[in-house]
């Protein structure tokens, strides 16, 4: 085995800055895995495993460990009963192909989360969803090494903690896990309406009313390629803040004075307020900052964009920028979406 060393970390990461690792590897296999994280406990240095780099920010210090890149590749298909199919999916794969392929055999359960970036592995750990479904809703298990135990284990979907965006792999058990592939459990059948309110505007103004997989994917693609940069040709991490859930009280604080501000019912009882809104209100629509050569995408305040940052510092410097401006004018806190390592 012979990890390469000194990498810069800014090529896993889609907002491409950090500082460098000290060892990184491919990983292909369980075997590989196992062997690698044997070579680290060896050389005593601690360990991060990633896919893609979509949903990660890594700090200017680098890291002082072994970098694992998750290259498992894996598609399974079993047939229950002609309707109800369990889709297994190695870890790194990309997590679009994933789904087109899904969507090409007639099933549905993650159709409407194309075009989201990063690897399969990735998607549980963030709990991913958008427009109307999310990972959680399919998600059968999740196969990884645990490393308290130190073998592979299969952990149910019941057991993986899940809440909005969020989840064990990323909170109580955050390191614990290294994940190999994960089960989905989809249905060969059309979805029916009523979707989320964007994708039925969409539907609306494009005079579809026959409802399939394929017409979720692509709707979604559509609207997600018009209104969000592709992080491939433009550094950003998607979605920098999770909508915020707050209570009554502060909702009818920030609607005294802003009676239309965008909200919904969360799950646990709370109300989601948009953060996209909050941080337009705020003064940071289409916001070019030439301190820190960080931006706000045109179409959607949420994305922040590397135009011309030196370093993760002036990043983080934007960030709180906002966070500052949302938190003084709405009594509002932000929480970041993508993970700052190590």
Known sequence: MQPLTNVSLRD????????????????HSRSDLTAA?????????????????????????????????????????????????????????????????TVEAGLTGVEALSLIP???????????????????NSLVSVEAYDTALRSFINVPAADCGFGYRTSRFKTADRGRFYITAITLHLMHANPEPPFYAGLQQYFAQHNISSYTPQTIRDAVTDI????????????????????????????????????EVPHWPAADGGIKLSAAWLIEQAGFKDYHDQETG??????????????????????????QKILDAVRTKF??????EPELLP
Do not use: C
């Open 12 to 27: 896993y990461s889609t907002m491409r800055l950090g500082g460098t690792a000290a060892y990184a590897l491919e990983i």
């Open 37 to 101: 994280l044997a070579w680290a406990a060896e050389q005593q240095l601690p360990v991060i495993m990633v896919g893609q780099g979509s949903n990660i920010v890594w700090r200017d210090e680098g890291f002082a460990g072994l970098l694992l890149i998750n290259k498992v590749t894996h598609y399974e298909v079993m047939d229950e009963d002609g309707t109800n199919f369990y889709v297994t999916i190695g870890a790194g794969e990309p997590w679009d192909n994933a789904v087109a392929r």
């Open 118 to 136: 990063g690897t399969a592995g990735a998607t549980p750990v963030q709990n991913v969803g958008a427009y109307g479904q999310e990972i959680a």
């Open 224 to 259: 997600r390629t018009h209104k969000l940069p592709d992080p491939a040709v433009t550094a950003n991490n998607g979605s920098f803040f999770a909508n915020p859930i707050v209570d009554e009280g502060t909702l009818a604080q920030v609607k005294a004075e802003y009676d």
């Open 294 to 319: 960080m931006a706000t995408w045109p179409s959607q305040p949420l994305v922040f964009v590397n135009e011309h940052a030196r370093n993760t510092a002036d990043l983080l410097k934007f960030r």
């Open 331 to 336: 009594d509002v806190s932000l929480e970041q």
